[in-house]
């Protein structure tokens, strides 16, 4: 059975950083793409990342470009999401994803697997 757990979220202010974690079981991690989305309340799926399966290509989204950084560790089959200079707008529920091909990443729809997400909330 496969199992994304993202972790790490919670409230910061507005210039703070959080780290996301997503902990994947059941899937054979190094041949999944990974990726990071974000929903608010009345909004669709935004794509915020997505590395390769060795973690040397990222992708990020135009809304988080210079302010969060993905990585990955394939020997403990998490990915990570380093968030800086969180404003506001960055409120959200923040999900992991797995899928096995690496093409149009920002597509939550191409997309095998996902977690439950964890909500980040940012104070102004």
């Known amino acids: 059975q496969v199992q994304l757990v993202e972790s790490g979220g919670g409230l910061v202010q507005a210039g703070g950083s959080l780290r996301l974690s997503c902990t994947t079981s059941?899937?054979?991690?190094?041949?999944?793409?990974m990726g990071w989305f974000r929903q608010a309340p009345g909004k669709e799926r935004e794509f915020i990342a997505a590395?390769?399966?060795?973690?040397?290509?990222?992708y990020d989204g135009d809304s988080v470009k210079g302010r969060f950084t993905m990585s990955r560790d394939n020997a403990k089959n998490t990915v990570y999401l380093q968030m800086n200079s969180l404003k506001p707008e960055d409120t959200a529920v923040y999900y992991c994803?797995?899928?096995?091909?690496?093409?149009?990443?920002?597509?939550?729809?191409?997309?095998?697997?996902w977690g439950q997400g964890t909500q980040v909330t940012v104070s102004s």
């Open positions: 059941g899937l054979f991690f190094s041949r999944y793409i």
């Open positions: 590395i390769s399966w060795s973690g040397d290509s990222t």
């Open positions: 994803a797995a899928r096995s091909l690496l093409r149009n990443v920002e597509r939550p729809d191409e997309y095998d697997y």
